[in-house]
């Protein structure tokens, strides 16, 4: 029995030894020479192979995470490869530089305004061919508008001025304290058009002869109301009446929201929207975008439009002058031009808007603005005598923007109204503060036209 105890001991620890081959189990583990065998380590040529193999997959486990990022930045990489080449050879125009290039001479011409240079009271340029650029603007008129803007350090502001007669612009300046950038193109770009809409809502009911502007139109509510649902008369009396000349000075949201559902209707309302420039190439000498309205699809919708109160209806400050100025030039809308050579450029009419008679009622109703309207104080001292010994033709608008963000001051005008020399219009943009509105602007820009 100590024998066999003995043997068996021995085989157990034999047959577990680090130095030890294992056959000494061979007896009590058939098959076990195989299973040994396999788990031998290897020797020689097969040990190295073993150690390169193993070597080669830890720099490829290593390597991994290192090729994933490789593969996310390689666009990147290959981007600023592309670049660095491209900086060793002759630059050629980027696609995003071509479409930045200007696409005609009024646009070449705005982008030099800034570092054009005074020649008595007018400014010239050189453009890129070398060509000597003589502007329309008149340079006194000019400098004073932008200096009256920089000193009250408005947000955005922007100011375009036009002989109605001609379309010669006058006056083409823009500032913005927040965003200089934005000044570059303020004169092209859309923002909402507010109660100068007004304008075309009165002309579409004066061109059908559905109104004069004797025309009294009774309403219910606050006269600046901005909920059509409030708008009708009430069949039971006791109504706010106001004629259509006094509503437009003072902008009466109710007579003018009713004006375009109840009087000129939508198709009329449209069809001068259209005739006014809308949705369409209109300024094609000019890089300002196409001003829009889209159609109301109810009746609520066509009472906010023709009051003012769509904040998608958009114009470009140049196309509202330009609109100014044919109202001034008896309905003939006139192409804008900013400069002219080194002589008078003949003047091209665009198209007409309203008919001669729709034009000097729309200056009638237009003068109640200043006299007695939104624009009454920027134009009296403080014992209501006029600042300005001219007739003025004018409209206002206000609303609240997004794109800038503020409170949005438009004023239209020309003036003399009976014959008219200048039509302006002016945009501010106020934001937490406010700074000036937009008629303090037209006012600076008269007194100086008429007084120098």
């Given at each position: 029995m100590q024998d066999l105890k003995h043997l068996s001991k021995k085989k157990r620890l034999s047959g577990l030894g680090f130095s030890g081959t294992g056959y000494s189990n061979k007896r009590l583990m058939p098959g076990c020479e195989k299973v040994s065998r396999s788990l031998r380590l290897p020797t020689g040529k097969r040990r190295e192979r073993l150690k390169h193999l193993l070597l080669f997959l830890a720099v490829v486990l290593a390597l991994t995470p290192v090729c994933l990022l490789a593969l996310q930045k390689a666009p990147h990489a290959a981007r600023g490869v592309t670049e660095w080449f491209g900086s060793r050879s002759d630059p050629l125009p980027k696609v995003a530089d071509r479409v930045k290039e200007p696409r005609g001479s009024f646009e070449t011409a705005s982008?030099?305004?800034?570092?054009?240079?005074?020649?008595?009271?007018?400014l010239t340029a050189t453009a890129p061919t070398g060509e000597t650029l003589h502007y329309t603007i008149?340079?006194?008129?000019?400098?004073?508008?932008?200096a009256f803007m920089a000193g009250y350090q408005v947000p955005y502001g922007v100011f375009v001025a036009i002989e109605p007669s001609t379309g010669r612009i006058l006056a083409m300046t823009s500032h913005s304290s927040v965003d200089p950038e934005w000044a570059r193109h303020a004169f092209f770009d859309l923002y909402p058009m507010a109660s100068l809409f007004k304008i075309i809502t009165a002309s579409a009911a004066l061109e059908t002869r559905r109104i004069t502007p004797q025309t009294v139109v009774?309403?219910?509510?606050?006269?600046y109301s901005e909920n059509p649902r409030y708008w009708d008369a009430s069949p039971r009396g006791k109504n706010n009446r106001m004629d259509v000349t006094h509503a437009m000075g003072k902008s009466i949201n109710p007579v003018y929201g009713r004006i375009a559902s109840d009087i000129a209707g939508k198709e009329s309302v449209m069809a001068l929207v259209s005739r006014f420039g809308f949705n369409q190439a209109l300024l094609t000498d000019t890089p300002a975008k196409e001003s829009s309205a889209g159609e109301p699809q109810s009746?609520?919708?066509?009472?906010l439009m023709g009051a003012g109160l769509d904040h998608e209806v958009k114009i470009s400050p140049l196309h509202a002058a330009v609109i100014m100025a044919a109202i001034?030039?008896?309905?003939?809308?006139?192409?804008?031009?900013?400069?002219d050579g080194s002589g008078a450029t003949t003047p091209r009419e665009l198209r007409r808007l309203v008919s001669p008679e729709t034009a000097a009622d729309l200056t009638r109703m237009l003068s109640s603005t200043v006299t007695s309207g939104t624009s009454r104080r920027a134009f009296h001292d403080r014992r209501g005598r006029p600042r300005l010994d001219v007739e003025i033709a004018a409209k206002t608008g206000s609303i609240n923007g997004a794109d800038p963000k503020?409170?949005?001051?438009w004023f239209a005008a020309f003036a003399p109204a009976r014959s008219p020399r200048i039509a302006l219009v002016a945009l501010v943009i106020n934001q937490d503060k406010w700074k000036i509105k937009a008629s303090q602007v037209g006012e600076r820009a008269l007194q100086e036209f008429f007084e120098r």
């Open positions: 982008l030099l305004l800034d570092s054009a240079r005074a020649e008595g009271d007018r008149q340079g006194d008129l000019q400098q004073r508008v932008h009774e309403f219910r509510g606050n006269a009746d609520h919708g066509l009472r001034a030039n008896g309905g003939r809308m006139m192409s804008p031009v900013l400069t503020g409170h949005y001051s």
